[in-house]
Each structure stands twice: as C-alpha cells, then as structure tokens.
C-alpha cells in the first residue's frame, strides 16, 4: 500500500511538473510573438493599447478551438483511421469542416475589429508576420530536434 502510494504521488508530480513546463513554454512563445509582431507592425501608442486586447481574445479562441480539434479529431485518428466505417469518417469529415469554418468566422471578426484599430496595410502585415513567426519557431524546433539526435 505505501508503494502504491508513493508510486502515486511521484506519477501525479510528474504530471504537474509536464503541464508547467507547457505552460511556461507556451508563455515564452507568447512572449516571443508578441514581440515579433509589434516589430513588424510598428505600433504607435495608442495602436497597441487597442490591438493587443482584441488580438489576444482572438488568440484565446483559436487556442479553445485547436484544443476541440485536438480531442474531437485528433484522438479518434489516432485511435486509427482503417477500424472506422463510413459513418463514423463522414461523421469526423463534417466535425472538420464545422471547426474550419468557425476558424474562419473567428479571423473574419478579427479582421473587423482590426480594420477599426489599425490601417488594412497593418493587417496584411500582421498576416505576414504570423506565417515568419511560424515558420522560425518551426525552424527552431527543427534545429533543437537536429542537435538532440546528435
């Protein structure tokens, strides 16, 4: 019983210490394309203090959205693509499609609210600078897993 218990705790420590690594990585990166993008676009002022609440909510909604895609989709692909039967794919298909659109009703209004904000050049940059972002951070990832292997 005390080895179940200890066996317990130590699992549970563990597990507490994986989501605060998460969460600690994940504010870095957040911190990083904060910075990325407010370099890019230049803000004044008074840009920034109205960009950042808005942008941040729309962050926070695609962050909920991915998480869905990651337990409603996600999961059932990994649990494996062959044992589905055409109901259940069809079923998976419309889930997809559903999340796609509320991806894009979700960036619409961003767009919306940004066009009051800041000028439509800002926001095509803000497109541009998330796509660099992206890709350094893929970059980055890819360099870190290359230096590992070594």
Do not use: C
Request: charged share 40%; glycine share 0%; net charge positive.
């Amino acid at each position: 019983m005390k080895n179940i218990l200890i066996l317990l705790v130590l699992v549970t420590s563990a597990t507490f210490a994986q989501k605060t690594d998460r969460e600690e990585w994940h504010k870095k990166i957040n911190a990083l394309k904060t910075a990325h993008i407010t370099e890019a676009l230049q803000f004044s002022s008074a840009e920034a203090e109205k960009f950042w609440p808005v942008y941040n909510v729309y962050e926070e909604k695609m962050h909920d959205l991915h998480k869905t895609k990651k337990k409603e989709i996600y999961s059932k692909l990994k649990d494996g693509i062959d044992s589905m039967n055409d109901a259940e794919a069809n079923t998976l298909i419309d889930k997809e499609l559903q999340l796609e659109q509320k991806e894009l009703q979700y960036r619409k209004e961003l767009i919306a609210e940004l066009k009051k904000i800041i000028s439509p050049n800002k926001i095509i940059k803000l497109k541009k600078a998330e796509e660099d972002f992206k890709k350094e951070l893929l970059k980055r990832y890819r360099q870190r897993k290359e230096k590992e292997k070594k």
